[in-house]
């Protein structure tokens, strides 16, 4: 009789994360009562429109923890009710402003439900259950919250896209040493990729309106600095920048980074991160307020919920 006892039971105390997803549809309206119905317009535009809108929510869970004896984190069977019980059960197919009192905008301490607001506010509410790391909310596929449980502080990516054309070469070599360098990038007529293009910035949750920054005029400032500007150009030709310097993804990366850090300050966030896709392959990212050497804890939890 094998003695099993005295094996080593792998993994058990070990330190794993682990995601569950979930989805729910809800509805939802921008409108504050301290503001009229023009400014409510100006300010949230068609989101302020009666009775509201809805979306098809996408909430990924990450939970931390030992693996126990029979090698899980946490039985997966009571995440998926947790969440059910906490969240989507309550939220599916609701008004968000109606269902919970968070999002009570008769009350001055209510906030409107946002993407960053709603993050926060189903943190609070699955704290207790479950030893959360992470939580991420997309509100489609182009728009997603990121919360870590600072008490004031998210993130918020907004996804685009241009395509465009580039030729990897240095002007001061021949192309025979280019073509060593760059391969079939160095090719003298080019080629070019559909870049897609994530924007992170950082900042503090609104108080009432529930949101990090204006989101119209974060999505005006990506696409007239950026998209407008990059999308159907050959850029080693029309962006003057690229004239003399060799548009590598992480080069664009790092372009559209500068160009974006001053103006998104304005509209009262930071630019946190760019993320550039140039083919299913291969993106480069560029990690603005932090030193890739210097990681923090906070990084190292986010690193474990994006997507490869
Ligand atoms: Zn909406
Ligand atoms: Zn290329």
Not at 27 to 39: A, F, G, N
Not at 55 to 79: A, F, P, Q, W
Not at 124 to 145: C, F, G, Q, S, V
């Amino acid at each position: 009789m094998i003695n099993t006892l005295s094996k080593p039971r792998h993994g058990i105390g070990r330190e794993c994360v682990i995601t569950r997803r979930a989805c729910f549809s809800s509805s939802h309206r921008y409108w504050l009562p301290e503001k009229s119905d023009e400014e409510n317009l100006a300010f949230f535009g068609k989101c302020s429109i009666a009775p509201g809108h809805g979306h098809n929510y996408e909430l990924i869970v990450s939970m931390g923890g030992h693996l126990d004896s029979d090698g899980m984190v946490l039985n997966l069977s009571d995440v998926k009710h947790s969440i059910k019980d906490n969240v989507t059960g309550q939220l599916d197919f609701q008004f968000l402003n109606n269902v919970w009192p968070e999002f009570d905008i008769t009350k001055t301490e209510g906030i409107l439900p946002t993407t960053e607001a709603l993050v926060k506010v189903i943190w609070n509410r699955l704290k207790d259950d479950l030893p959360l790391i992470a939580l991420r909310l997309y509100e489609n596929p182009n728009l997603w919250a990121d919360y870590y449980g600072d008490k004031m502080e998210a993130l918020l990516t907004v996804q685009t896209h241009f395509a465009a054309a580039h030729r990897l070469a240095k002007q001061e070599i021949n192309f025979e040493e280019n073509k060593k360098i760059y391969g079939k990038c160095a090719r003298v007529n080019g080629h070019g990729h559909n870049y897609i293009l994530d924007v992170t910035v950082r900042g503090g949750i609104d108080k009432r309106t529930g949101m990090i920054c204006d989101l119209s005029a974060l999505k005006q400032i990506i696409d007239d600095l950026i998209v407008e500007k990059l999308d159907h150009t050959f850029l080693n030709k029309d962006i003057e920048f690229f004239r003399t310097c060799v548009p590598t993804a992480e080069n664009i990366a790092l372009y559209i980074a500068d160009v974006l850090n001053k103006p998104i300050k304005t509209i009262g966030a930071n630019l946190h991160k760019i993320r550039l896709q140039e083919s299913p392959n291969n993106a480069a990212e560029i990690y603005v307020e932090q030193s890739i050497s210097n990681f923090s804890n906070r990084k190292r939890k986010e690193s474990l919920v994006t997507p490869a």
